[in-house]
Structure formats: C-alpha cells, structure tokens
C-alpha cells in the first residue's frame, strides 16, 4: 500500500554534496543512510562516490543524488565541481578534533560565497558515540551531596554528629572520605577516557545558529539522527525550488555534475521549525 501511495506523489531530484575534512565519517554517513551499514575500517575516497536514495515527504518523494567528495587535501581543488548547482550540502565535522570543525567552516563559507544561492547548508558533527556528556560541556551529571544510602532519613549532619557522639574515631571518618574521594577521582578519570568530545555540542550549535545552517550531532557507527538529517533537509528545500526526475538517467549513476539547482534567494533557516523531520526517509 505504501509503495502505491509513494507512486501517485510527486518525485523530485535533489543533487546533494558531502564536504569536510577526512577522515570525519562522509562515505559512512552516507553509507548507513543508503544501506543502513557501517564498515569500521573504510577506505578513504578517491575524487568522490556517487549514491542515490529516496526521502518519502507527505506531499512528495524526494531523490537524493548524493555526491560524497574525498576530504584528503589535494582533492580540494576538485570540489567547486561537485557542489556546483548543488541544491543541498552535508558539510562534516568529527567532534573529536577541533581542527575539524575549523575546516568545515571554510567549506560553509566557501559555499556561501560559489555554491547556488538557495543551497540548503547542514553542518553536522560525526562520531556523537565518542561522546559521554551527550554535548553538554563541563556541566556536570552529579554535585556534591550526601554519601549516606539513598531513601535514609535525616541530614549528613546528624548522622556524622551521631557517630562522633557514639565515640567513633575521627580519623577513621577522615579515612573513609579520603577513600571516597580517590574513587570519585578514579570515577572521573575513567569517565574523561571513555569521552572523546574535543568540540562542545553549544559552540557548533551557536555557530550554525549565526550562519542560518541546519545542525545535527550524528554517529555513523550507531545511526543516531543519520535519517533525521536528510529528512530535515529534504524539509528546508523549497517546493517552488525542486525540479521532476531528470528521465532516463537519473538514479543510474549517470548524473552529470552540472544538473540544474535552485536558484532562488538564501534560504533562511534560523526557524528549526521548518527543518523538523516529518516522515522518515526510505533507507
């Protein structure tokens, strides 16, 4: 039933660019939105990879025509050519290399001043499974507080003024908090080496925000908001903008780099609302 309510939608083609440094996770990312896989150790691109997929809206099917470009540096020159009359672009960061984000953002303003005017920019930080604090920082899951169990009654204080009325040994009470704090110590050193996170979810976050970009924390590995991210930018896109499938050779990896593309003004995509995922794309 499905397959004939997506048949009688509309269906658009939409050319999308992957940008960013390598070694980020682009072709996993891509990957696991395709196919639904990852492949631990992937082979770094060579020039780019062309991949199609569709994204299933309420009012329309959405093809991507999706063009992941190699990140190594002497592929750089390569890539006004992929991104040339791009409708959207993913442009990737790993959150656990700060010089990453730092490219990505050359790449965002590289977009806004060659790639088409109404281009649909997403910048997305790859690897959140690396991550332990869920993006919030140095704010901390725990403050100082009772070491007493849980549910008990009464204060710290009176329990403590209750043990040194029964006459136990104050050094005895100094050496348990001594040993409480080297396991609050051993606690955190193994929770910093179990979190990567080098870039905070609130600095890229405000960056985008300024930029009027899209943003999404993802992991290729897990396939955390991988879907969401093509569905909220199949979203951003303008109706008024999008073009039929292209005939003949559109999906058959025979697409060439110069396919028409939006021309439109700036989108502006301040208002999250408008990108909010609203059907889930057909991986």
Not at 5 to 30: D, I, Q, Y
Not at 51 to 73: H, N, V, Y
Not at 101 to 120: F, Y
């Amino acid at each position: 039933m499905s397959d004939s309510a997506n048949a009688s939608k509309p269906s658009s083609s939409v050319k999308l660019v992957l940008l960013g440094e390598a070694a980020v996770g682009k072709s996993s990312l891509v990957l696991r939105f395709v196919n639904n896989d990852f492949q631990e150790n992937k082979e770094p691109t060579i020039g780019a990879a062309f991949l199609t997929q569709k994204c299933s809206l309420p009012t329309r099917t959405i093809k991507f025509e999706i063009w992941d470009t190699a990140g190594q540096e002497r592929f750089a020159s390569l890539a006004p050519m992929y991104y040339r009359n791009a409708q959207a672009a993913l442009v990737v960061y790993d959150i656990t290399k700060p010089s990453s984000l730092t490219k990505a953002k050359h790449w965002v303003a590289e977009l806004q001043r060659q790639a088409s005017p109404g281009i649909v920019i997403a910048l997305v930080g790859n690897k959140s499974d690396l991550a332990s604090d869920n993006g919030n920082g140095n704010e901390s899951n725990s403050s100082g507080g009772s070491g007493g169990n849980p549910g008990e009654p009464g204060p710290d204080a009176e329990t403590t003024g209750d043990a040194i009325s029964a006459g136990q040994d104050g050094e005895g009470n100094n050496d348990a908090i001594e040993g409480s704090g080297e396991n609050a110590e051993e606690e955190s050193d193994e929770a910093a080496a179990r979190d990567a996170r080098k870039v905070s979810t609130r600095e890229a976050r405000t960056y985008a925000e300024e930029e009027s970009l899209l943003f999404f924390e993802t992991s290729a590995k897990t396939g955390t908001n991988v879907t969401e991210v093509f569905t909220a930018i199949a979203n951003a896109i303008p109706e008024s903008s999008l073009k039929g499938g292209r005939g003949a050779g559109a999906g058959t990896g025979q697409t060439g780099l110069g396919g028409r593309a939006a021309e439109d003004s700036r989108v502006n995509l301040g208002d999250r609302a408008t990108a909010t995922a609203k059907e889930g794309c057909a991986c």
